[in-house]
């Protein structure tokens, strides 16, 4: 079965030219088949106010209202997917800049209002992903990079998070691939002492994950990424990484790159 690489950036590399080249080179020098997803919320956030538009979030999570909405599929599916694009062409890679839309790779529903409206904010179902489509482009020597948006299939794009989409990739695809999700943000990966960045987690299974949630060690902000990550590996995808977008580079050379999340 051929290896695939899903890997997922965020807004640390997004935001500084300098990162992205580098991470995108590292990228590049990734053999086989990759796809690559990623957000860009700074970016919306800094247009949107540019525009006089100011956005709303609550607990961390934008609120897509109309305005914001095409502020979003400008920024998310034009400014930075096309930048990346292009990037990766540079380097060699050729890569096809996508929304859920595109090819119906990914659809969606719009969420539905209880306590908060989140307005064109798009959820993920069990069949969301096309992987036979999604395949027909890894298998044509394309390298797909995902926006944070989707389509409901009635002709409305929706927001949906990256890191969902990230994973919800990953297990519609392990039926046709040996599937590596990839998470890089801003720490080395789980540190058993979050101001340490030397106290690296290498390994984590689910007994050890239970005893690291008990101790205090992985909590709040990091409970819904490792519960997305071992969701993912039980639902068939091979192994969850969790690192920084500097040593992307490791993974290559297979010298020990961030967090490994496994059976």
């Not at 590292?26 to 700074?42: R, S």
Request: glycine content about 10%; proline content about 2%; hydrophobic content about 40%.
């Amino acid at each position: 079965m051929q290896a695939l690489h899903i890997i997922k950036i965020g807004g640390n590399v997004i935001d500084n030219s300098e990162n992205l080249h580098r991470f995108l080179k590292d990228f590049t020098a990734l053999e086989g088949y990759k796809i690559l997803v990623h957000g860009g919320g700074k970016v919306a956030t800094q247009v949107s106010e540019t525009m006089g538009i100011t956005a709303k979030l609550v607990d961390g999570r934008r609120i897509t209202d109309i305005d914001t909405l095409r502020i979003v599929t400008m920024v998310y599916a034009g400014l930075i997917n096309k930048n990346i694009v292009a990037q990766l062409q540079r380097y060699g890679n050729n890569a096809i800049g996508l929304t859920g839309a595109d090819g119906d790779f990914i659809r969606a529903k719009k969420r539905p209002v209880k306590t908060i409206d989140y307005g064109f904010a798009g959820d993920l179902f069990d069949g969301s992903i096309n992987p036979e489509n999604i395949s027909k482009l890894l298998d044509g020597g394309f390298t797909p990079v995902f926006c944070a948006l989707t389509h409901d299939g009635e002709g409305q794009m929706l927001n949906t998070n990256a890191d969902t989409i990230a994973s919800a990739l990953a297990v519609a695809l392990s039926g046709l691939y040996e599937t590596t999700l990839v998470y890089c943000f801003e720490k080395k990966g789980v540190l058993q002492d979050i101001n340490d960045e030397e106290s690296l987690i290498r390994e984590i299974n689910p007994e050890r994950y239970e005893k690291l949630k008990t101790e205090q060690i992985i909590h709040s902000g990091m409970l819904p990424k490792m519960d997305n990550a071992f969701t993912a590996i039980s639902c068939g995808v091979k192994a969850v990484i969790i690192g920084h977008s500097d040593d992307l580079g490791r993974l290559k050379n297979k010298s020990g790159f961030g967090t490994r999340l496994s059976k």
